[in-house]
């Protein structure tokens, strides 16, 4: 298995443009995880979909980002508009739920940086 | 609600020398405890996790990890560091019906 896929891995645009990040999760895996990852606050879980399904999506900052699982390949993350506050490393993760034993397993990140 | 700590931001240790890096938790009911390392500009990787039995869980790359249920702890260990071990390490627990809660994370610097 080629393991977790994102795309871009890195995404440097201006201020006030349109960002997609996109994730292929693990093939068979049913859950997936968004975080963002700062120096200044760590790892933070931004949304979690099960079965395609958005189960928490407290962590979103703002209404300004906005996530889609559309099928159980693929899911985008999108910020409209960017600020230079986004810039991070963007995560994605997924796991296979139901056991409570389950092991994330993370992509590559994408390195965002809003000018 | 559940909640990790890892009480050291950087942890230096000589290459050959044992390593610890440190992590408390709390939370409501057992725990899911688990490691992640992630290197320079790449992902986190799955090290080991303790569910439950054996309280020395093991780990790739030689790591283990020792559940301490009294000391609400879960420290990952190798008897040897390697200079290629220097990384930042998470630990993150999970509660039932709970999402991951991941660490601050460590550095790890093995000198040679």
């Known amino acids: 298995d080629a393991g977790v896929i994102q795309s871009p891995r890195h995404e440097v645009t201006e201020m006030g443009q349109e960002v997609t990040l996109r994730c292929k999760p693990i093939s068979g895996h049913n859950s997936l995880f968004w975080y963002r990852q700062t120096m200044m606050r760590g790892l933070e879980l931004l949304i979690y979909f099960n079965n395609n399904v958005p189960i928490d999506d407290s962590g979103m900052p703002e209404d300004r980002f906005s996530a889609k699982m559309p099928n159980a390949s693929f899911s985008t993350l999108k910020i409209q508009p960017s600020e230079p506050r986004d810039s991070a490393v963007y995560f994605c993760?997924?796991?296979?739920?139901?056991?409570?034993?389950?092991?994330?397993?993370f992509g590559p990140g994408t390195r965002l940086l809003v000018l | 609600a559940q909640s990790v700590a890892q009480p050291e931001d950087q942890v230096n240790v000589a290459e050959g020398n044992p390593l610890t890096v440190k992590c408390t938790y709390s939370v409501s009911g057992n725990p899911y405890l688990f490691w992640y390392v992630q290197y320079p500009n790449r992902g986190l990787q799955f090290l080991l996790k303790?569910?439950?039995?054996?309280?020395l869980v093991k780990g790739s790359y030689g790591f283990e990890a020792e559940f301490n249920k009294s000391q609400t702890s879960f420290h990952l260990k190798k008897p040897s560091a390697l200079v290629s071990d220097s990384a930042l390490y998470f630990c993150a627990v999970r509660d039932i019906g709970q999402n991951f809660v991941f660490g601050p994370g460590t550095r790890l610097s093995v000198l040679p």
């Open positions: 993760a997924s796991s296979l739920e139901g056991t409570l034993q389950e092991t994330q397993y």
């Open positions: 303790y569910i439950t039995g054996d309280n």
